[in-house]
């Protein structure tokens, strides 16, 4: 078995990894749902039932019972029926009507913290890569951890790409991500991730500092049960 050197051993001590949910976790609202309430309001897809099945999927996500696989080819399928320019417009226009707005001091300042320190940062979200890339720049973010979406010829065929970022796919993305870099979790001497979902638990396992963040009622009796820091940024 090889043996760290002694150079090598503070260095692995020091390093510091942040992960971060995104909905309801940094921002006071779930981008995913905003979405597709927002293509609703500019007429990109039929009002009634559109709006109908994202109420239930969101039903679904917060009572644990989510079929990811569904909701993905429910909520992927805008995305392949319209041009890659078509599409950036739009998002353009949500991120200035429903996300900046939305984009709180104390998350903000958590962020800004993390980043300031050194520590290597990144956003861990179910919802899809599309809608959250730009997000997470807004919070100075660069690495996204996010649900992959296919293009084929430089569009989106409407499907995911690779495993969901959901529940234990949290963890296998970002160890997939981590891996690029030429890391794995035990590279950190301290790790946290900051989560508001009950769905989080296998990655908030994962890391020395799970923080349950503004917590639904699921995961804030765990985090009691397991003693784990809460942390509300919204009040």
Known sequence: MNTPSQSA???RASA??????LDYTLLPIDSDYEWARFLVRIGVVDGA?????????FRQYHAGTLDIHEFLEFQLAPLGAHPPETL???HAQFMEEVI???LRPRALELVRGHLERGDLCAIVTATNEF???PIARAFGIEHLVATGVERVGGRYTGRPSGTPSFREGKILRTREWLADLGRDFADFGESWFYSDSANDVPLLEQVTNPVATNPDERLAALAGERNWPVLRLFE
Not at 16 to 21: H, P, Q, S, T, Y
Not at 49 to 57: A, Q
């Open 16 to 21: 510091r990894l942040a992960l971060f949910d």
């Open 49 to 57: 039932e559109y709006e109908r099945r994202n109420d239930e999927f």
């Open 100 to 102: 900046r707005p939305q």
């Open 88 to 90: 950036e417009r739009w």
């Open 9 to 11: 051993t503070p260095h």
């Open 131 to 133: 809608v959250t890339g």
